[in-house]
């Protein structure tokens, strides 16, 4: 009987141990996720995400299938078909404001990812390759999108040669942090990297930080990819690692 309340006693030290150990721990990333359009069908609309202004729809790079804003045959201030049942499927009954913050922004195509449902902090990266447009040529990560459609966007620019942290706050577009002679040429792959660490956001284009901002808000929200105006822009190798 003793030896059975001596193991007894054991074991629950045992387990308050554990227990202080891994509160003791910090807290790991979860895995990288990989989004790839490699089994989507071209001219459709990539089944990952959901376009809500703009065009977009898988294409091909040669023999590479990619994801495209293509603004080829751009009308300012269109919203994609369908908008309104994707607001529907993201935000349920908060889908009337979200798509009416939206409209607010029908210059800048938006399409948000469905399989990423709440990034607070880690990384996302993306390449991108800008394929024409005369107005511009940029492709964006956007995140913190919240239920009213406000988000945060870093952006690159062929056209520019420029990366640049914006807030998308209430119909309008205010720069966070702008960085000049950041090398964007047309017509080649770039890897577009944007990472939330602690209170920074940073970001980085072909492996070189460019962009590097405190930031005392919490990042919390959907995330999605990004264009402007007549940017034909193509996206591939998405990955995102939440902390």
């Known amino acids: ?30 895995g990288p996720r990989q989004i790839s359009f490699a089994r989507e069908a071209p001219g459709a609309e990539a089944r990952s995400f959901s376009a809500l202004v703009g065009t977009w729809h898988v294409d091909r790079d040669g023999s590479r299938p990619v994801y495209a804003a293509d603004g080829r045959n751009w009308e300012q201030g269109v919203m994609a078909p369908g908008a309104a049942a994707k607001a529907t499927a993201l935000y349920g009954a908060g889908s009337a404001q979200f798509l ?13 990812c469905n399989e990423i449902k709440n990034f607070r902090g880690g990384s996302i990266e993306v390449a991108f390759k800008g394929v024409s447009g005369r107005e511009d040529q940029a492709a964006g990560i956007a995140f913190a999108i919240k239920p009213n459609g406000d988000y945060l966007l870093l ?18 577009r205010a720069t966070v942090q702008w960085a000049d ?45 990004w264009s402007k105006a007549d940017s034909y822009v193509f996206f591939d190798k998405l990955t995102v690692s939440e902390r």
């Open 100 to 112: 009416t913050g939206l409209e607010r922004y029908r210059y800048f195509p938006l399409s948000v």
């Open 1 to 30: 009987m003793i030896q059975v309340i001596r193991s007894g006693r054991k074991m629950v030290m045992l387990l308050v141990m554990a227990a202080i150990v891994a509160a003791a721990l910090p807290v790991l990333a979860k």
């Open 181 to 225: 002679k950041v090398p964007v040429p047309s017509g080649q792959w770039h890897d577009l990297k944007l990472v939330v660490e602690g209170k920074r956001i940073l970001g980085y284009l072909d492996g070189v930080k460019y962009v590097d901002q405190p930031w005392a808000e919490p990042v919390d929200g959907r995330m999605g990819l």
């Open 155 to 172: 952006r690159a620019n062929a056209l520019e040669d420029n990366l640049v942290l914006f807030r998308m706050e209430q119909g309008r």
